[in-house]
């Protein structure tokens, strides 16, 4: 038995989140009943639809990537309107997976997709705090007042007090600080908002790692599967069990490596559309 949210999830269908809005609208039902959110389903015996259309456990192993979102490009798998997103750029990934948390349009950095629907909610979850990294470039100089700040939490906007961040100074150049902020929690637009608090004017954030996972060498648009090593790390981080794999032969991943490079080469090209159509006009 498992709950009806995480079943619909591991299914494939959307995450854990998105799962229960779509209990709450009515549109899962189990064995002809409308469902409700904390529900029991047998993924076996109960029969399980949505909008009409049966939704089956998936006997499929869980797949995990990193994507190195760009800047202008929304962190969604519909476009609303003619601006870019993250669809647009992993075409060459078959089959359904989606993001995991937000990066805002004006941000770049790591995002992890997967089709783990357990996963991602854990991650998302305030309970196990899973640090993310951000490389953050701001105009000027950082005064040791606004790191302590930073470090000890300030409020908001809304009146909410941050959590504790991990500030680090790792460059002073003419006219900008690069600084390497940790965070535990994902207020919206979080970083944005403390530096706009302590009069920090934001030119670049991209984040550079969450949890175990870091973006390394990856180029804007770029993505790849997760190592065995990342996904253990990634998992056991927030309570998973993680069963390693046989490892691929060297001629196997070459062969994988260069799949994904062709298909985001053809991906890029939508990308570029939209991107041109955006900021060229």
Request: aromatic share 4%; proline share 4%.
């Amino acid at each position: 038995m498992m709950r009806i949210q995480k079943f619909v999830a591991e299914s494939g269908i959307c995450s854990r989140r998105a799962a229960e809005e779509l209990v709450r609208e009515g549109r899962i039902t189990v064995n002809g009943k409308p469902a409700e959110i904390g529900m029991d389903v047998d993924p076996i015996a109960d029969s399980v639809y949505c909008d009409g259309k049966r939704i089956r456990p998936r006997a499929a192993e869980k797949r995990y990537f990193i994507f190195y979102k760009p800047r202008g490009v929304i962190t969604a798998m519909k476009a609303q309107d003619d601006r870019s997103v993250v669809a647009d750029l992993i075409k060459g990934i078959k089959g359904r997976v989606y993001p995991v948390g937000r990066l805002d349009r004006d941000s770049e950095g790591l995002l992890i997709l997967t089709d783990d629907g357990d996963l991602a909610q854990r991650l998302t979850h305030p309970s196990h705090a899973v640090p993310k990294t951000y490389r953050v470039t701001v105009r000027g100089e950082v005064s040791l007042d606004q790191l302590n700040r930073f470090r000890e939490g300030v409020v908001l906007d809304d009146g909410e007090k941050t959590l504790p961040a991990g500030v680090q100074v790792q460059k002073e150049q003419e006219g900008k600080t690069v600084l390497h902020v940790t965070i535990t929690e994902g207020k919206n637009r979080e970083i944005r908002r403390i530096c706009e608090v302590l009069g920090l004017e934001v030119m670049l954030l991209k984040r550079i790692a969450e949890g175990a996972v870091s973006i390394g060498h990856l180029e804007p648009g770029e993505y790849r599967p997760l190592s065995e090593k990342e996904k253990e790390a990634l998992l056991n981080s927030v309570g998973i069990p993680y069963v390693r794999k046989i490892k691929k032969s060297s001629a196997q991943k070459s062969a994988t490596a260069a799949a994904y490079r062709n298909r985001r080469q053809r991906s890029q090209s939508e990308h570029e559309r939209r991107f041109k159509k955006q900021f060229m006009k």
